[in-house]
């Protein structure tokens, strides 16, 4: 990973055929700071109250890195999200999945 916060990686494009939703958004932001951005994947639903929950899953040596030194980078999706969806009238929660669900 580049170490030049000003740089962002070759791989780092948006779809220009498709709007950029939250759920876009959320998922280039976390492939931009792993190590296996085809693992990532984002999952919404919708939560009580009309919230939009927004489930990651990255590949599992790549989860210390969208979580950060003491929760720094997962805490600062949190709230850009939550910013996000307040302009918006509405709330948002991001959750980071285990990487051992789903596996047997």
């Known amino acids: 990973m580049n170490s030049d916060l000003t740089a962002l990686p070759d791989d780092f494009v948006v779809p220009m055929n498709a709007p950029l939703t939250p759920e876009v958004l959320l998922r280039e932001l976390v492939k931009a700071l792993v190590d296996e951005p085809g693992a990532v994947r984002v999952e919404v639903a919708q939560a009580d109250g ?47 999945a285990d990487s ?5």
Request: hydrophobic share 45%.
């Open 50 to 96: 009309g919230a939009s929950m927004f489930m990651v899953h990255t590949a599992a040596q790549d989860r210390g890195k969208v979580i950060g030194k003491q929760g720094v980078t997962i805490t600062s999706l949190r709230t850009l999200f939550g910013r996000i969806a307040a302009v918006a009238g509405s709330r948002v929660f991001i959750e980071l």
């Open 100 to 104: 051992k669900q789903g596996q047997q």
